[in-house]
């Protein structure tokens, strides 16, 4: 350690007992941090990429509930998978970790690797995740630096945010880790960029690292990024069958897609020659830094023939089976609103679904 490191050694200690203290008192209660199962503490990572912890909230005890153990994931259908992550987005998260968990099974012995460079070998798990991982999990001192982390460390040090150079935060993040509680001071940092070290508006007055701080407030804020507007047209057709069940046409996206291949959409049609007489509803659905304004038009069964719409023949779907198969999240934010998506509620969410290949009619 040089010098100035050693001198800076007193902050960074005061950081990491200030952090940790308040860490302790201020948790968020998630169920992830209720356990020590390193599958668990595994699926909750990936899920966390990129989501909102509300929304992973809303997904992972009905994910956990369903495959319990990595054994269990790895020897799903990779479709029942896509389908109980439906409505959380980014869907090769899900198949990479689907792959991965084939992996250790099979190559493994079912074993998760406990170092950061072994699980960064395995699909879908980088950087960060990996060292989230091993430290939380099995407790190695590997820093985790996601968006979170990296605002913190920024502005702890007084760096600018769009210059600071990823090897640099990388040395610095290693420096500021607390080797005695790697796992927890890792939650911690994120913790602390998601609750108050806020992109926009930083909770400064509240922050227990504030005397630490080199910026204190005296920061500039990151510009909200502009989004994106496309329009969309969906055609909503529902019937009951021969045998009296409620059935919605569907389409799937072809597997090769370069977006959400092999989910199940609405049939997409040209909002140029639907009749206006037929608008059912209106929805706004973001992906990323896109803002889709999408209309739905009612159709009558057996006029599908008059849609002209991509992916091929559109199937019949059981209502019962929707929550079974991968739908995209605008095809179920709008079942939802038109009421034909069943049993979507925080209590039957937890129920755990029966391992059948749902039953499409033509």
Known sequence: MTQPEASAEPQRNEFRSRLLAWFDEHARDLPWRRTGDPYAIWVSEIMLQQTRVAAVLEHYDRFMGRYPTLRALAAAPEDD??????GLGYYRRARMLHKAAKFVVDELGGVLPQ??????????IGEYTSAAIASIAFGEAAAAIDGNVERVLTRVLGWDE???????LREEAARFLAQSRPGDFNQAMMELGATVCLPRSPLCLQCPVQPQCATRGE???GERPKMKSRQAAYAFLRRVSSRRVPEVLLVQRPKDAALMPGMWELPAIDPETAPAERRLL??????????????????EPGEEHVLSFSGGAGRWVRASQLLEIPLTGLTRKVLKRLKALPGYTARQQ??????VTPELSR
Request: hydrophobic share 40%.
């Open 81 to 86: 998978v896509l389908a109980i992550w439906s």
């Open 115 to 124: 170092s950061a460079i072994a699980l960064k070998k395995l699909p879908g």
């Open 162 to 168: 769009k210059t600071a150079l990823p090897g640099r």
């Open 219 to 221: 920061h500039a804020t």
């Open 282 to 299: 209106d929805v706004r659905h973001s992906i990323t830094v896109t803002n889709y304004y999408v209309t739905v038009y009612g159709y």
């Open 350 to 355: 937890q129920v755990r679904l029966e391992n």
